[in-house]
């Protein structure tokens, strides 16, 4: 797929069937431009005019048949590769027998119906998306890698081309300690025997022994002109996933090319997928902040972390919310939580925000003085009653703990400290937020006084 998004390009005699299909096209597929022909000479004149990353027509067309139509496009020099699906809902032997020879890549039987058409396109091009990747290009020949760096160039992929493997090395080890800041690379190409210290070898055993880069995450393709078994089993053996024989066939190269990145996609993606899920397993759906089952999970390591210090543990509890729940409703009470949530979120970006259970959350802050930790709770408590979320007047208790007072003590003890100087806020009023000393809880000094300067620009600002 081109930077701008997909190209497809729809050939039907019918007009009715040209915008029922372009219509479908568009509201299933994202970013994506349709064009029309109604006949295969005004197809082929479009692929004059521009590059298409797909092309559907129908088996009968005015002029030519869709088998010629493929011939035609397969006869190009721009759309050699290009995916070519015949859409006909009257599909003889003949097109079975011939579609191949003509290449033809798929085939949509229109007695499914135009709305499974939507879904088919968009299932194809997941399996057969258009070369996009950047690649590492390990190639001392001068020549070879001019040869095979114009036939990435032809079919729009871009590479870091590199002439010995001990630079390929230090590429990939700051990509793999650096990632936020190095070069990326979906695969890499390299020459199996490269004239210096470090072989084609070396760097792909490098590549899984030293990085652990998986053969999914990173895959590599091996360029070689010995075409021995012997060979071939050294590369796959070394982790290599697959080789292609010198000298280099364009078809070969870019079949091999296009398997490999769309494994590597497909990696991606399923990454991407697992994140996703993480992050659900981990954030309580109703206020965005942080699960339970993260504070379990994460809170020691937190707590344990030198940069985080000095801790604080914070327990938040909303008053009387039972009384909101069953007055208001619990849609009002999910509102209210909602908000609280991104009300926490706002003022502690850099610290673990968690809801505890029910109408109470738990925040471990870290790297703030007594006075800071304070005056942030008390600037909180204020606000919250200023700003009557969800439209409900509702004002919160706030039982804090910090390790300068409490050293070394396991997560769910030092929770527990929190826990004390929320039950003596509730205890002395609610509304109030409470700290706990090795002497006992005591209300905070600021619970009637002016909030310090700081204090309120940084509330002015989130």
């Not at 590492?136 to 001068?142: A, N, Q, T």
């Not at 090319?257 to 993606?269: E, F, G, S």
Request: proline share 3%; charged share 25%; aromatic share 6%.
């Amino acid at each position: 797929m081109n930077e701008t998004g997909t190209r497809i390009l729809v050939v039907d005699t019918s007009a009715l069937t040209r915008e029922i299909l372009s219509r479908i096209l568009r509201e299933e597929l994202e970013h994506t431009e349709v064009v029309t022909a109604a006949s295969g000479e005004a197809a082929l004149a479009e692929l004059d005019k521009g590059r298409f990353d797909l092309i559907t027509t129908a088996l009968l067309l005015s002029d030519m048949d869709g088998l010629a139509l493929s011939r035609r496009v397969r006869e190009s020099a721009h759309h050699h590769y290009t995916p070519v699906i015949v859409v006909s809902g009257d599909a003889d032997s003949r097109l079975l027998r011939e579609g191949f020879e003509a290449g033809v890549t798929d085939y949509f039987d229109k007695s499914n119906g135009y709305k499974a058409f939507g879904a088919f396109i968009k299932s194809f091009l997941q399996r057969n998306s258009g070369l996009s990747g950047h690649i590492l290009f390990v190639e001392d020949s001068k020549t070879s890698a001019a040869v095979t760096g114009k036939l990435l160039e032809k079919h729009g992929l871009t590479f870091h081309h590199t002439d010995s493997a001990e630079e390929a090395y230090r590429l990939l080890a700051r990509m793999r300690e650096e990632p936020e800041d190095a070069e990326h690379f979906d695969m890499v190409i390299t020459d199996f025997y490269t004239v210096g210290e470090m072989t084609g070898g070396d760097l792909l055993h490098a590549i899984r022994a030293k990085f652990h880069f998986s053969q999914q995450e990173l895959p590599v393709l091996l360029l070689t002109s010995a075409d021995d078994l012997q060979t071939q089993v050294e590369i796959f053996h070394a982790g290599g996933n697959d080789f292609v024989a010198k000298p280099i066939v364009e078809e070969i190269l870019l079949a091999r090319v296009r398997a490999l990145l769309l494994i590597k996609h497909q990696y991606d993606a399923l990454k991407a997928q697992t994140e996703k899920i993480r992050w659900v397993a981990v954030t309580d759906s109703l206020t965005g902040v942080h699960s339970r089952r993260y504070l379990v999970d994460n809170g020691e390591a937190f707590l344990r972390d030198p940069a985080n210090q000095p801790t604080w543990a914070v327990i938040i509890d909303l008053d009387h919310f039972k009384r909101i729940n069953d007055t208001q409703g619990h849609i009002t009470g999910d509102h209210v939580l909602a908000e609280m949530g991104n009300v926490l979120n706002a003022r502690f970006p850099d610290d673990m925000v968690v809801r505890f259970g029910g109408e109470e959350f738990c925040i471990l802050a870290r790297r703030c003085n007594e006075e800071q930790i304070l005056t942030r709770l008390e600037a909180l408590r204020r606000d919250v009653e200023a700003r009557r979320p969800a439209g409900v007047d509702v004002t919160i208790s706030v039982g804090v703990a910090g390790t300068a007072d409490f050293p070394d003590l396991h997560i769910s003890d030092f929770l527990a400290r929190a826990d004390q100087a929320l039950y003596a806020a509730k205890e002395a009023g609610r509304n109030q937020v409470q700290l706990c000393t090795p002497r006992g809880p005591r209300l905070s000094p600021w619970h009637e006084a002016e909030i310090p300067l700081e204090t309120a620009a940084l509330d002015a600002d989130q």
